[in-house]
């Protein structure tokens, strides 16, 4: 046997040893600090980040991992999704940040997946792909009316007024005296708890400076949150239902009618959140009107059917349908109708995932087809988060979703089924990416804009002054 060379695979591989015999097999593993196992995390949003976080914590492998946003912030929903007046659980980007300060952790903003890299590039660069790039679009309703102007997404509206990019330069007229929030998760209430503050309630805040004097000019009175079931079967959360009996500025208004119900649906509620809800609810349908500038209508039981035209392509109502559940619980319509005075309808009926370039895509269901987070006949692809499946759960759900992909794939890195990438380094990804035209904002870019973005907000007494268009963001980069 002297004089036997054996090279081993690039990656983890079954071994086969002639001379041990033909059915011995044993697996060899080539990842080493000089040339670790490469992964490439497609956004930044908490699924990416907690990727990231359980390839770092695992000491089977050295790992080197680049987490890739087409924004040139990271954080994704907890930075543009998270309603601006709960700060406190924008508290988790404490624990990001530690993340993407790892040296074994590189953040690469400002890149667009599908233009500045596209899956074949990331294929040929890292022996992992996993796309977590959570569901930046919206359903729909269907029904007369719907692109009106006046009628809109509430994620438009979340994007507006967070200040994400896409959605800074949108003028935001907001002169409607009634608005229509259709939906009853808690996406619903924080669009309409905004909408309802007064602007020094919002000011302690880190609402987009743009969205400030917007509100503040609001002509908002009656704001109708719109549920097709009951209240039992309603989505929201109950810290979050409880705020509307808190505000300065508005009150809620609740019919006793469409929060009673039947002994046999008041048996059937057992979730104690739900319970709770109902409890909060009966409260407000009691409580005696105090004369407060602004109403929050608490619906249920109704069903949008058309949105109404002013003539001029307006918003000028919203026709709504009263139903009944039947044994099963689902909303039936009962042929009797109403129109709401409303001039604004945001749509907040659940989020939906956007196909990336040369990715696998379920379009049915608005997720990359996948099981338990590997791509189907993608070997060396993996997702998690809400485009693996679907928008569901809050920010720390994702963590054991991350988790778990990530299980698999150090699981398949074992048996040699990653990729095998013509280039590995990190050099060879920075050159592709300059050869792109990609204009990379890197975590230490991030760190000077977050550093201006919280002393400019210290300076008015706010904690944060959002930075909303990116040419600003790429002008503050570190120099």
């Not at 977590?132 to 009106?148: F, Q, Y």
């Amino acid at each position: 046997m002297r004089g036997l060379a054996i090279t081993p695979p690039r990656s983890l591989s079954q071994f086969r040893a002639p001379f041990l015999g033909t059915h011995y097999t044993f697996p060899m593993t080539s990842y080493t600090p000089e040339r670790p196992l490469r992964v490439a995390v497609i956004g930044s949003g908490p699924s990416g980040i907690y990727a990231a976080e359980a390839l770092l914590k695992q000491t089977e492998f050295p790992v080197e991992v680049d987490v890739y946003d087409r924004l040139p912030t990271p954080y994704g929903l907890v930075r543009y999704g998270v309603a601006p007046d709960h700060l406190t659980i924008k508290s988790v980007t404490k624990g990001f940040e530690k993340t993407l300060s790892d040296p074994r952790v590189r953040f690469l903003g400002n890149v667009e997946f599908g233009r500045e890299l596209s899956a074949e590039d990331a294929r040929a660069h890292y022996d992992a792909v996993m796309y977590t790039v959570g569901a930046s679009s919206d359903r729909r309703l269907n029904i007369p009316g719907e692109d009106l102007q006046g009628s809109m997404s509430a994620t438009e509206f979340v994007a507006w007024y967070n200040g994400h990019p896409d959605a800074a330069t949108r003028e935001m007229l907001l002169s409607a005296e009634g608005v229509a929030v259709i939906g009853v998760g808690n996406v619903a209430l924080d669009v309409s708890r905004i909408l309802a503050k007064t602007v020094n309630e919002l000011r302690g805040s880190d609402i987009a400076p743009h969205a400030l004097p917007v509100l503040e000019r609001s002509s908002v009175k009656d704001i109708y949150i719109l549920g097709r079931r009951g209240p039992a079967q309603a989505a929201f959360t109950t810290k979050e239902l409880r705020e509307f009996g808190e505000l300065a500025g508005a009150e809620p208004v609740v019919k006793p009618a469409e929060v009673q119900l039947r002994e046999e649906e008041e048996a059937q509620v057992t979730d104690n959140v739900k319970k709770k809800n109902i409890e909060v609810l009966r409260d407000f349908a009691v409580r005696t009107q105090e004369g407060k500038e602004r109403r929050v209508h608490l619906r249920f039981l109704v069903s949008p059917v058309e949105i109404l035209d002013d003539g001029e392509g307006r918003v000028a109502g919203l026709k709504v349908e009263r139903n009944r559940l039947d044994e099963q619980g689902n909303a039936v319509g009962t042929g009797e109708y109403e129109t709401l005075p409303v001039q604004l309808v945001l749509r907040s009926v659940g989020y939906r995932g956007v196909a990336l370039p040369g990715v696998p895509f379920d379009d049915r269901r608005g997720v990359i087809p996948n099981e338990e987070g590997r791509v189907q006949g993608r070997p060396g692809e993996y997702t998690a988060g809400w485009i693996k499946r679907g928008p569901s759960g809050v920010v720390g759900t994702n963590r054991k979703d991350a988790t778990d992909t990530v299980a698999h794939l150090l699981s398949d890195a074992r048996e040699g089924k990653l990729l095998t990438p013509a280039h590995t380094t990190r050099a060879e990804v920075d050159a592709l990416l300059a050869q792109k035209g990609a204009d990379v904002f890197t975590f230490e870019d991030w760190q000077t804009l977050d550093a201006h973005e919280l002393t400019q907000g210290q300076a008015q007494g706010r904690p944060r002054h959002k930075v909303a268009r990116r040419e600003d963001m790429l002008g503050l980069r570190k120099r």
